[in-house]
């Protein structure tokens, strides 16, 4: 390469890593595509711009990469390595040979409604696991989500987080920390104590672009862009998109909030109010054009409730079908003063659990064969193990949808169940299933230890189990390795 500063950068690289070329740059960071010398792989680096290198120490640069680096997620681009000397900071992430978000959008410009929700639930994982330790991504945007093997990954928690302590600096030279587009209002105004919120804010802007088309706030500047997001109400999605669900609407409304404590309070409770919409999407499309059933209704107007996050307006759609009036105490606490808002999601979702499932029982003589996941047991308190078997159960849905004359029961409707009491065979009862895979996973610090299983949920036997040894760095090979061998076993009792 003849740029002198790329050669530099190679000198100092030399031995470990030989620069290919460059893959794209941005406003903080040149990524290049790689071979690790050491591992034989490709790798790809991402060398901040020397105008912000100017504004970070290498000690503080390392100490917040360290951190980064400790990410351990299924959703997460993980990070093989760093360095910061000769004024150079940089570091090492897998080559990702699929398209990005950014990518998928420019060919496609609205994704179909269930996709936009399923990739978004994928990055809302991610940052839920992330936020529970403290690290806020800062710069959420379509560039920053990868897909490998179909399933979303987030990059770049490393930039952002590395730069936030010299944001001062920064933005003397003219760099902000964020993408206009995505940016949040507290981010927009450079506030110091950007929080969680603010990624949620931005997931809702990625979340109306895969939907619309288009962010939710556009310019013929930066400056324009950022005074939308101060003071201009967002646009309804169904603007663009006809036939998005009103709830869903409703959802992108409340995280694009300019009050950060009026939008979701966590990345988990975004997800639990896709994952109605989602349960719901599945309802409508099963059920007759023209069908307003009273379970129909309900689930329609509490859906709409708890995506408001309104649990006396969700009680009363539970309990009444929808209609104004019924009792109850108020402002959402039963007659002790505590909040009935956990108790009325759980009957929201157990309704349109057992009213999807129900579907496949009236009215379909010849349904196909029913088959749900649930997650995988975890000990208390591993919250990797707890992804790396949300993961498991993603890629085995995933394999199972593949199978003729196969149904996948809806892993909201499962988890809605699940959260509530409901027993594996009660499970099956509700939503017609004849097989339930079930699973176990553990780790010695080094190991993951995973045993699956099919279970015929009609004679309450197992018919096929199998235990997993992965190393911790191994957990994606591993997760579609237990799909398909899940799937290979349903299908040899499926003919």
Not at 7 to 26: C, D
Not at 36 to 44: F, G, S
Not at 243 to 252: H, N
Not at 455 to 477: F, M, P, T
Request: proline share 5%; glycine share 10%; with cysteine.
């Amino acid at each position: 390469m003849s740029d002198p500063l790329v050669q530099k950068f190679q000198a100092l690289l030399q031995g470990r890593y030989a620069i290919e070329r460059e893959l794209g740059r941005g406003g903080m960071a040149t990524v290049y595509l790689a071979r690790d010398l050491r591992h034989d792989r490709q790798v790809a680096i991402k060398l901040l711009q020397p105008e912000i290198t100017t504004s970070l120490t290498a000690e503080r640069f390392l100490r917040e990469i360290t951190i980064t680096a400790k990410l351990q997620h299924p959703n997460i681009l993980t990070l093989f390595d760093s360095g910061a000397e000769d004024g150079f900071c940089y570091y090492v992430m897998p080559h990702v040979e699929g398209e990005s978000l950014r990518d998928r959008l420019l060919w496609e410009k609205q994704l179909p409604v269930d996709k936009a929700i399923e990739v978004a639930l994928e990055v809302a994982s991610a940052l839920a696991y992330a936020h529970s330790r403290q690290v806020v991504h800062r710069d959420i945007k379509p560039e920053n989500i990868l897909f490998s093997t179909g399933h979303a990954m987030v990059a770049d928690f490393g930039i952002a987080r590395a730069v936030s302590e010299g944001q001062r600096a920064i933005t003397a030279v003219g760099i902000p920390l964020g993408t206009p587009p995505y940016m949040s209002p507290e981010q927009a105004q450079g506030l110091d104590n950007i929080d969680h919120r603010s990624d949620i804010y931005a997931l809702g802007c990625v979340l109306f672009e895969m939907v619309a088309g288009r962010p939710p706030f556009v310019g013929v500047s930066v400056g324009k862009v950022i005074q939308q997001h101060l003071q201009a109400r967002p646009p309804s999605v169904r603007e663009f998109r006809g036939d998005a669900p009103e709830a869903l609407d409703q959802i992108l409304q409340r995280s694009l909030s300019k009050d950060r404590a009026q939008r979701f309070q966590s990345a988990d409770e975004m997800s639990e109010a896709l994952r109605l919409v989602a349960a719901l999407t599945t309802l409508e499309r099963a059920t007759p054009s023209g069908t307003h059933s009273p379970a129909m209704v309900a689930a329609q107007a509490a859906v709409k409730a708890a995506t408001l996050g309104t649990p006396e307006a969700a009680a009363r759609a539970v309990t009444t079908g929808g209609t104004p009036g019924g009792g109850g105490a108020p402002s959402g606490a039963d007659g002790g003063g505590r909040s009935r808002l956990p108790m009325v999601l759980g009957g929201v979702v157990v309704a349109l659990a057992l009213a999807v499932g129900g579907y496949f029982v009236v009215g379909h003589k010849s349904e196909p064969m029913g088959v749900a996941v649930l997650r995988p047991a975890v000990p208390p308190g591993e919250a990797s193990l707890s992804q790396f078997g949300q993961g498991i159960v993603s890629e085995i849905e995933s394999a199972l949808q593949q199978l003729t004359g196969v149904r996948v029961a809806s892993s909201a409707s499962v988890e809605a169940l699940r959260n509530v009491g409901r027993t594996a065979p009660q499970i099956a009862d509700s939503l017609h299933l004849t097989f339930l895979v079930s699973g176990t996973v553990q780790s010695d610090g080094k190991t993951a230890h995973v045993t699956m299983q099919v279970v015929n949920a009609k004679q309450d036997n197992v018919i096929w189990s199998e235990s997993y040894d992965y190393k911790l760095g191994e957990v994606l090979a591993g997760e579609r390795q237990i799909a398909a061998k899940v799937a290979a076993a349903v299908r040899g009792r499926a003919k």
